[in-house]
T-cell receptor
Framework: SQQGEEDPQALSIQEGENATMNCSYKTSINNLQWYRQNSGRGLVHLILIRSNEREKHSGRLRVTLDTSKKSSSLLITASRAADTASYFCATDGRYSTLTFGKGTMLLVSP | SQTIHQWPATLVQPVGSPLSLECTVEGTSNPNLYWYRQAAGRGLQLLFYSVGIGQISSEVPQNLSASRPQDRQFILSSKKLLLSDSGFYLC?????????????FGPGTRLTVL
């Protein structure tokens, strides 16, 4: 079953704009991760935020976590065409498995 | 450094034919290993995971099976493929020590069943 659900399903913006993607989950978590997938490729880990953290930054990425609302957001600032990809949130399960959402497809136009 | 390999990259198979996808990890020992399937436009579905040689846990009952004959080798198999087995198959590993739950993914295998 899906634990994380991202929205929007698709997002189209211009270069230089900010992109915000949201993720909601159902059960309590220890941490939440965001991954990126270029078309036809494997997933690449972007950032992990622990349940006791509220915000985390990595370069142009900013992740927030609200455990009371069971939601997280990923903000990409000053987007570039190379940021075009699908973005997934993932929550941890038993035996270090991960449960992924359906993803947000981001298209950044030059 | 660690690397993860999957092959083949693409595969077209007829319905009813067998399947064998291989995944190997280099540069680490005793990793947790995972097989995921991604249908077109969908998220990832965990199929199998393994915490050690010969130890396989199935998340979704279906006509697929997995084996781990060696520490860093994970194989996904089927005796008879179905049309619904088409998809993008991803292998991943996780470092067992350190408590950092990040998974590293292979490049994937695109399977088309006709």
């Amino acid at each position: 079953s899906q634990q994380g659900e991202e929205d929007p399903q698709a997002l189209s913006i211009q270069e230089g704009e900010n992109a915000t993607m949201n993720c909601s989950y159902k059960t309590s978590i220890n941490n939440l991760q965001w991954y990126r997938q270029n078309s036809g490729r494997g997933l690449v880990h972007l950032i992990l935020i622990r349940s006791n953290e509220r915000e985390k930054h990595s370069g142009r990425l900013r992740v927030t976590l609200d455990t009371s609302k069971k939601s997280s957001s990923l903000l990409i600032t000053a987007s570039r065409a190379a940021d075009t990809a699908s973005y997934f949130c993932a929550t941890d399960g038993r035996y270090s498995t991960l449960t992924f959402g359906k993803g947000t497809m981001l298209l950044v136009s030059p | 450094s660690q690397t993860i390999h999957q092959w083949p990259a693409t595969l077209v198979q007829p319905v009813g034919s067998p399947l064998s996808l291989e995944c190997t990890v280099e540069g680490t020992s005793n990793p947790n290993l995972y097989w995921y399937r991604q249908a077109a436009g969908r998220g990832l579905q965990l199929l199998f995971y393994s915490v050690g040689i010969g130890q396989i846990s199935s998340e979704v009952p279906q006509n697929l099976s997995a084996s781990r004959p060696q520490d860093r080798q994970f194989i996904l198999s089927s005796k008879k493929l179905l049309l619904s087995d088409s998809g993008f198959y991803l292998c991943a590993w996780r470092r067992l020590a350190g408590g950092y739950n990040e998974q590293f993914f292979g490049p994937g295998t695109r399977l088309t069943v006709l």
